[in-house]
């Protein structure tokens, strides 16, 4: 399984940004994925996932803002009213054998990242 990620990149406050996530060896229609994210010097963290339902989860600190969704083989994160808050390193993570949610052991596989700077 392979997890590439891109669309990451500087935005002002207040923008938008679609990430995009390609899932190789991986059936995205049937699996639980998500996406985390992790600033300098904190840790790791759930931001949003989707079932193999297609059902979402998100962060209290995106609710509203964020939405995840999939399609043709590639997870997607629309993140609009962007806050500086949630500049981070962005990674696209898939395979929990069990459940779906954002706990960061859940998962098997993950992506290199891709970078988000929200500027004030």
């Known amino acids: 399984v392979h997890l590439e990620e891109s669309g990451g990149e500087s935005v002002q406050a207040g923008g938008s940004l679609r990430l995009s996530c390609v899932a190789s060896g991986y059936g995205t229609s049937g699996g639980c994925m998500a996406w985390f994210r992790q600033a300098p010097g904190k840790e790791r963290e759930g931001v949003a996932s989707s079932d193999s339902d297609d059902r979402p989860t998100y962060a209290d600190s995106v609710k509203g803002r964020f939405a995840i969704f999939k399609d043709n083989g590639t997870l997607y994160l629309q993140m609009n009213e962007m806050k500086p808050e949630d500049t981070a390193m962005y990674y696209c993570?898939?395979?929990?054998?069990?459940?779906?949610?954002?706990?960061?052991?859940?998962?098997?596989?993950w992506g290199r990242g891709t970078q988000v700077t929200v500027s004030s």
């Open positions: 993570a898939a395979g929990p054998e069990v459940g779906c949610g954002l706990g960061v052991p859940l998962y098997t596989y």
